[in-house]
């Protein structure tokens, strides 16, 4: 079984962001975002999708980049990521 740390550090996933910047998802990130929002556990590419396809793209307070996508009618997808760091930090799904 892999620690905290080992887990920061370990990627299962990746998305090209619309400026052609590798993100990385890791295993820590996922865990965190299916702690907060557990019904995204069959969501994970969609979520990467949304980073290389997003209709739009918001920044945030904090130098975060929010991608948005709607998934189905007034239904969006935020995916909340950074370049600097090139991982998915947050996803939230409206």
Do not use: C
């Not at 400026?19 to 702690?35: A, D, K, P, S, V």
């Not at 929002?37 to 739009?56: D, F, G, K, S, V």
């Not at 948005?68 to 009618?73: F, I, L, N, Q, Y």
């Amino acid at each position: 079984m892999l620690d905290t740390a080992e887990r920061a550090f370990k990627m299962i996933a990746e998305a090209r962001s619309q400026n052609g910047i590798r993100i990385r998802l890791t295993e820590e990130r996922w865990l965190h975002i299916l702690r907060g929002h557990p019904e995204l556990a069959a969501w994970q590419q969609e979520i990467l999708r949304t980073i290389e396809q997003p209709e739009r793209i918001f920044a945030g307070k904090l130098g975060e980049l929010l991608a948005v996508r709607e998934m189905a009618p007034g239904k969006w997808l935020v995916v909340v990521y950074r370049n600097l760091k090139t991982m998915v930090s947050s996803s939230l799904r409206f």
